[in-house]
């Protein structure tokens, strides 16, 4: 099944639980998380208090992306504040193994995030824990940045190996993309092996002046195209 999950970094914080529900009212799946440290990315955004404050909203799932270093003391912290998925950047983890272990006790699906640059390597010995894969197609930081091509490529490899694990194990591990996905590109992303899709300024810049459903024809948009694959 193909997920779909806005961005909230590119929400109007100002009425940041309004547009939580708007979102998800007009047929989104997921709400995607970007919490940013001004060191491992050099950009400040958002914590565990936010994520409390947006969990009684919604029962759709909260995607937090941590791009932080260090991963693991704000880990139980997110978990308590309600997320359902917490993933990290590899590099930014003293001891990846450790940190995935940590996500699922405290009752968390576990991810790792690849930059564009990072290798798939990464995922070889960990596969057993983890429940989703993050590509970057931008670098992180900031929202609303070009589509990375390479990564269509990166994608391909990545389905393949988490086709294989699934054969070997019956487990099934998301695919997730994150960085600048439009209508226009949804489709062949998809088509590349992607079943999990962050739009942040392509969802929250469309249609900001179409009270009240602001969101349905962008949703429908991008669901449309993913029909085609
Ligand atoms: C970038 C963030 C993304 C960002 C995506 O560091 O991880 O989730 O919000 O924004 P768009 O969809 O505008 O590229
Ligand atoms: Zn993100």
Same mark, same amino acid.
């Given at each position: /099944?193909?997920?779909?999950?806005?961005?909230?970094?590119? #929400?109007n914080?100002?009425?940041?639980? #309004? !547009? $939580?529900i &708007?979102?998800?009212?007009?047929?989104? &799946?997921?709400?995607?998380?970007d $919490? /940013?440290? %001004?060191?491992?990315?050099? %950009?400040?955004?958002?914590?565990?208090?936010?994520? !409390?404050? +947006?969990r009684?909203?919604?029962s759709?799932? +909260?995607?937090?992306?941590? /791009?932080i270093?260090? $991963?693991?003391?704000?880990?139980?912290d997110?978990?308590?504040?309600?997320a359902?998925?917490?993933?990290?950047?590899?590099?930014?983890?003293?001891?990846?193994?450790?940190?995935?272990?940590?996500?699922?006790? %405290?009752?968390?699906?576990?991810?790792?995030?690849f930059?564009p640059?990072?290798p798939?390597d990464?995922? !070889?010995?960990?596969?057993?824990?983890?429940d989703?894969?993050?590509? /970057?197609?931008?670098?992180p930081g900031?929202?609303?940045?070009?589509?990375?091509?390479?990564?269509?490529?990166?994608?391909?490899a990545?389905?393949?190996r988490?086709?294989?694990h !699934?054969?070997e194990?019956?487990?099934? +591990?998301r695919?997730? +993309? @994150?960085?600048?996905?439009?209508? @226009?590109n949804?489709?062949?992303?998809?088509?590349?092996?992607? @079943?999990?899709? $962050?739009?942040?300024?392509?969802?929250?810049?469309?249609?900001?002046?179409? @009270?009240?459903h602001?969101?349905d024809?962008?949703? #429908?948009a991008?669901r #449309?195209?993913?029909e085609k694959?």
């Open positions: /099944m193909h997920v779909i999950a806005p961005s909230i970094l590119s #929400a914080f100002a009425r940041l639980g #309004a !547009e $939580v &708007d979102v998800i009212d007009s047929g989104a &799946d997921w709400i995607h998380f $919490v /940013m440290d %001004n060191h491992y990315v050099p %950009n400040l955004t958002i914590g565990p208090l936010v994520c !409390e404050a +947006i009684p909203l919604t759709a799932p +909260i995607d937090v992306h941590l /791009m270093r260090p $991963v693991d003391r704000i880990v139980p997110f978990a308590r504040a309600g359902n998925i917490i993933t990290f950047h590899p590099e930014a983890s003293e001891h990846v193994d450790r940190t995935l272990s940590l996500i699922r006790e %405290n009752g968390c699906q576990a991810g790792l995030v930059n640059a990072t798939l990464w995922m !070889e010995h960990v596969l057993d824990k983890l989703l894969v993050l590509l /970057m197609s931008v670098n900031f929202g609303g940045q070009k589509f990375i091509p390479s990564t269509l490529a990166k994608l391909r990545a389905r393949a988490i086709d294989a !699934e054969r194990t019956g487990r099934r +591990i695919l997730e +993309i @994150d960085g600048g996905v439009k209508v @226009d949804i489709a062949e992303i998809a088509r590349a092996g992607a @079943d999990t899709f $962050v739009a942040g300024s392509a969802v929250y810049g469309a249609g900001r002046d179409a @009270d009240p602001r969101y024809s962008v949703l #429908a991008l #449309a195209q993913l694959t």
